[in-house]
């Protein structure tokens, strides 16, 4: 996700924080409180090396620099960008903020109070790399490759609601938040109301395990998944600058892949609309009340401009004000008919600060307008399901190609709920081989090392059922690459790890499958030493794929 508008998460999420790469402030995982969401350090917290733009002399043309240690020769990557020239770098990264400046690559300004609430107010350069990461070309393939069969289980998952209430009882009983969406889960299974229109906008996230070269599974984002319109711009970016600088560093801008992300999530959901077949409805982007990541969300009004398809905004808190269930299922919001929402917002405890928006919530999911997500597209997503679809023989229940399973296990991680008292012990004793997770999205609510350790011991002690709250994982080791992060104007010279997204749609009306389709892609680059969804500052940006 993604983090807050306020920040740039790595979630499903609409954060601007890279959800581990953030140093965030211990809260309790079940509360309800008005949580900031992560967002990146200040500066004075980046204890990153750092290369001043300032004072670039841009009247020295790049065919005038000489080219230093470490460039290669052309047509073999880089392997130590930390070798290429600082006169160099300045450049390139001048001319990646001119270029961000001008395409819309922005993000609200933290410094600006108003950046969340009013467009064109307050905006800055999204965070980037300087240059796309190396990411093999058969992991790329394979992930890709992934993407239609997720979206098929999740859509097999989802209508199997005892499977949902079955997987997430236990977790229902510790969890306030898992507990209201499960109740209107169930609200709506004993309703009996079948949703006939499915639409799912998804991203799958992946890291790739450097010993094992295995491409694992992070975790699949059913809601809100954000960043396809910055992402694509990074793509943009990145290939604008290796055909400007390509062949001086020994990049080829074409072993960037194409990301048409915000094209085809626009022609999901223009294709929705038209299934719901009411000329005079329009789409619904549900949002929170402020919204940095504002500007990833309106790249996707081409639905207006491309399909004509008319747009409205709304927070929760105005759907219950506003909004009107009439007796044939039609959703009114402030009179006009609703084809289908959109949520981008909705996925964490303080989206429902009191009962109204709780009220908007259920009153969407009573109504005929296609949700994206359903409710139970939303619990399918979630990463207690994401666990109990690892054990032994789940996917059969699901799926009936031997193959399209065996794909799927082989990208899964070690996944197990906290009943199992052996990989408990093991967590304790090396917890630093194991991820701690609980029923959020957003970024920034996982546990890691020691705090693993004193986790399951605090638990073990007590001995409630507040282990049912969480999931273990193993954790996963991607390879370390030096590289080049910009945040705030500033170039940080650093090493980081990276996490490949990878967003497909998926519309069916009852039989028919219209859209099953992966469509285009995210990276995000951290750095390495970042303590992940601990104490330490951290630092995450926007970046592509450059493929080996
Ligand atoms: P969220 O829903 O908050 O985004 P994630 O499961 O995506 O939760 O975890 C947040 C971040 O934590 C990921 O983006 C990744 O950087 C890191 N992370 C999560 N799981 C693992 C893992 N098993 N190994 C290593 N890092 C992980
Ligand atoms: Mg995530």
New binding site residues.
């Given amino acids: 996700?993604g983090v807050g508008h306020s920040s740039l998460?790595?979630?499903?999420v609409d954060s601007l924080c890279?959800?581990?790469f953030i140093a965030q402030p211990k809260t309790s995982s079940f509360s309800n409180s008005n949580r900031q969401k992560p967002l990146f350090p200040t500066k004075k917290q980046s204890p990153f090396a750092v290369l001043k733009i300032g004072t670039l002399n841009c009247a020295r043309v790049a065919g005038e620099m000489e080219i230093e240690k470490g460039i290669a020769a052309a047509g073999k990557p880089i392997v130590d960008r930390h070798g290429i020239d600082d006169g160099w770098i300045q450049k390139i990264v001048y001319d990646a903020l001119v270029w961000s400046s001008l395409h819309g690559l922005v993000v609200g300004d933290r410094n600006d109070q108003r950046s969340g609430k009013l467009p064109g107010v307050g905006m800055v350069h999204a965070p980037i790399a300087l240059l796309p990461t190396s990411f093999p070309e058969s992991h790329w393939k394979q992930a890709c490759e992934l993407a239609p069969i997720f979206n098929e289980l999740i859509d097999r998952v989802s209508l199997d609601g005892k499977f949902l209430q079955d997987s997430l009882a236990r977790t229902k009983k510790v969890d306030a938040f898992t507990s209201r969406l499960l109740d209107i889960h169930s609200k709506i299974l004993e309703m009996n109301k079948k949703e006939e229109i499915r639409l799912g906008l998804h991203r799958s996230?992946y890291?790739l395990d450097e010993k094992t070269k295995l491409l694992l599974q992070?975790?699949f984002n059913t809601i809100s998944s954000s960043f396809a319109g910055l992402g694509c711009l990074v793509t943009d970016l990145h290939r604008t600058l290796l055909n400007d600088y390509g062949e001086a560093l020994g990049l080829d801008s074409k072993r960037i892949p194409g990301n048409t992300a915000t094209g085809q999530f626009a022609e999901a959901l223009a294709k929705a609309w038209t299934e719901y077949n009411n000329p005079r409805a329009v789409a619904m982007i549900v949002v929170q009340t402020e919204e940095r990541n504002m500007y990833d969300q309106h790249w996707l009004c081409t639905l207006g401009i491309t399909y004509n398809v008319r747009t409205i905004r709304k927070t929760l808190a105005e759907i219950d004000s506003e909004g009107q269930l009439l007796p044939d299922g039609t959703f009114l919001v402030g009179g006009q008919a609703v084809a289908v929402v959109y949520f981008r917002a909705g996925y964490a405890p303080t989206d429902y600060p009191s009962e109204a928006e709780w009220r908007a919530r259920l009153l969407m999911e009573q109504s005929s307008a296609i949700k994206c997500p359903s409710i139970s597209y939303h619990l399918a997503g979630t990463?207690k399901i994401q666990q109990e679809l690892a054990k032994p023989n789940v996917l059969e229940r699901f799926l009936e190609s031997k193959e399209d399973i065996a794909k799927l296990r082989k990208c899964f991680?070690g996944l197990w709920s906290l009943v199992d008292a052996d990989i408990t012990k093991k967590a304790i004793e090396k917890p630093e081989l194991f991820?701690m997770?609980p029923q959020?999205?957003?970024?920034g609510?996982?546990i890691y090392g020691d705090d693993v350790k004193e986790t399951l011991l605090r638990l073990q002690k007590e001995g409630s059922e507040e282990d049912a709250a969480y999931i273990l994982?193993?954790?996963?080791f991607p390879a370390v690459s030096p590289t080049f992060l910009i945040r705030d104007g500033i170039c940080h010279k650093d090493h980081a790890i990276s996490?490949l997204g990878v967003y497909s749609a998926y519309l069916r009306n009852k039989e028919s499958v219209i859209m099953n389709d992966q469509c285009g892609y995210l990276m995000r680059t951290k750095v390495s030493s970042s303590n992940?969804?601990g104490v330490a500052a951290g630092f995450a940006v926007l970046d592509s794929i450059y493929l080996t």
């Fill in positions: 996700m998460s790595s979630c499903s890279i959800t581990a996230d890291m992070i975790e990463k991680a991820v997770k959020r999205e957003g970024g609510n996982n994982m193993q954790r996963i996490e992940e969804g």
